[in-house]
Antibody
Framework: QVQLVQSGAEVKKPGASVKVSCKAS????????INWVRQATGQGLEWMGW????????GYAQKFQGRVTMTRNTSISTAYMELSSLRSEDTAVYYC????????????WGQGTLVTVSS | EIVMTQSPATLSVSPGERATLSCRAS??????LAWYQQKPGQAPRLLIY???TRATGIPARFSGSGSGTEFTLTISSLQSEDFAVYYC?????????FGQGTKLEIK
């Protein structure tokens, strides 16, 4: 069965960076795009960007351009999302999600990783 | 960028009744529209894609309709487990924006 298992909760200081991992299993990792979505406490879902694990191509929401980097390690079927220059507003649960074969609806989600930014 | 607007923000419905949730796109997204359900402390779950196709394992009481800029999610007879927050998302053009969500609560 398809599974996306994310790394554990992180606490970071303002200005620092965080790197969240998303390990995929149960399917061919390079065949489906990975998207990243975040959710601040009590708020809605915010789409951050996508990555093609085969090519490494990415597309980021304008809001995160320059601060987010999505990468992968195909040998261990793991995607990564790194967010830099953290501020308190970045405190949220970060989800990875697998897209469909061609279209980007998100059929499988990781369990989420809470990132807390606090001095 | 395409902006997705959901209405209402909160919908109060009694179990067994029908719920109708709306989602509007600021420009056409064709049929590239998905609906997700999210319960507290859980990741979102895909309900509908292609505006009207139920995802695997989703009960038939969930149905989606619309195309272009106007979309609807209908839950025909609400069960206790259906009370949650629902989000629409367009995946026609990135950024693949979500709506702000509709909270479906028990009346």
């Amino acid at each position: 069965q398809v599974q996306l298992v994310q790394s554990g909760a992180e606490v970071k200081k303002p200005g620092a960076s965080v790197k969240v991992s998303c390990k995929a299993s149960g399917y061919t990792f390079t065949s489906y795009d990975i998207n990243w979505v975040r959710q601040a406490t009590g708020q809605g879902l915010e789409w951050m960007g996508w990555m093609n694990p085969n090519s490494g191509n990415t597309g980021y929401a304008q809001k995160f351009q320059g601060r987010v980097t999505m990468t992968r390690n195909t040998s261990i079927s793991t995607a990564y999302m790194e967010l830099s220059s953290l501020r308190s507003e970045d405190t949220a649960v970060y989800y990875c999600a697998r897209a469909a074969v061609v279209l980007q609806y998100l059929g499988y989600w990781g369990q989420g990783t809470l990132v807390t930014v606090s001095s | 960028e395409i902006v997705m607007t959901q209405s209402p923000a909160t919908l109060s419905v009694s179990p067994g009744e029908r719920a109708t949730l709306s989602c509007r796109a600021s420009q056409s997204v064709s049929s590239n529209l998905a609906w997700y359900q999210q319960k507290p402390g859980q990741a979102p779950r895909l309900l509908i894609y292609g505006a009207s196709t139920r995802a695997t394992g989703i009960p038939a009481r969930f149905s989606g309709s619309g195309s272009g800029t106007e979309f609807t999610l209908t839950i025909s007879s609400l069960q206790s487990e259906d009370f949650a927050v629902y989000y629409c998302q367009q995946y026609n053009n990135w950024p693949f924006a979500f709506g702000q969500g509709t909270k479906l609560e028990i009346k």
